[in-house]
């Protein structure tokens, strides 16, 4: 079954905490994304990979971290750094020459405890 | 129309109407433009894209009309059913990189039965 895969779907923080969410993708996409969605919100770009260990900050990456080191695989870290992490992620990958369309996974709820 | 705050724009249609859902978009320059659906909880689809060479593109049931005079794109639905209750999203590329999307905040769609 082809698609992106996001875990896991609920994840709490504590104060201080560093947390990682994972995004796996088996449709041999080049370009993959990180999306920040809050409630009521369109979505914010966080950062994007346009191909392995290359990636590029969006528009809110601060307090965020990520790595690209296989193509199928782009984890992001929610940093301590990160004062208001509650929010819902978003995960995409597309094929990788820009302007086209994005496929999105089931998105990731985080939480603070 | 784009929401202000928590508050989406709402649209509410009787099942078997045809809806028109509305966007606004910021950059001139913008020329690749893509509309999303999502359902609550869940990630994105893809419903429909256009690129700024073209005023008009038709999938199955949905039209998307751009104007680039007046910077406005529109989504319309034929034949609405309650399985197209959802929350839509236009995005646009707006430049600075072939693989930044911007999107807008939403509009709520519901249909009633």
């Known amino acids: 079954d082809g698609g992106i895969t996001q875990s896991p779907k609920y994840l709490f923080r504590k104060e201080g905490q560093n947390v990682t969410l994972s995004c796996e993708q088996n449709l041999n996409h080049d370009a993959m994304y990180w999306y920040r969605q809050d409630p009521g919100q369109g979505l914010r770009l966080i950062y994007y990979s346009q191909i392995v260990n290359d990636f590029q900050k969006g528009d809110i990456a601060e307090g965020y971290s990520v790595s690209r080191e296989k193509k199928e695989s782009f984890p992001l870290t929610v940093t301590s750094a990160q004062k208001n992490p509650t929010a819902f992620y978003l995960c995409?990958?597309?094929?990788?020459?820009?302007?086209?369309?994005?496929?999105f996974g089931s998105g990731t709820q985080l939480s603070v405890l | 129309g784009e929401s202000v705050g928590l508050h989406l724009p709402t649209l509410s249609v009787q099942e078997g109407d045809n809806s028109i859902i509305n966007c606004a978009y910021s950059?001139?320059?913008?020329?690749?433009f893509i509309w999303y659906k999502q359902e609550s909880g869940k990630g994105p689809q893809f419903i429909i894209d256009?690129?700024?060479?073209?005023d008009k593109r038709q999938g199955q049931r949905v039209t998307v009309l751009l104007n680039k005079t007046v910077k406005h794109l529109s989504l319309q639905i034929a034949a609405t059913q309650p399985g197209d209750s959802a929350v839509y999203f236009c995005a646009e590329n707006s430049g600075g990189s072939n693989y930044k999307l911007t999107f807008g905040k939403g509009t709520l769609l519901t249909v009633n039965p």
């Open positions: 950059n001139s320059a913008s020329d690749y």
């Open positions: 256009i690129r700024s060479n073209m």
């Open positions: 995409a990958s597309s094929p990788g020459q820009g302007k086209e369309k994005l496929f």
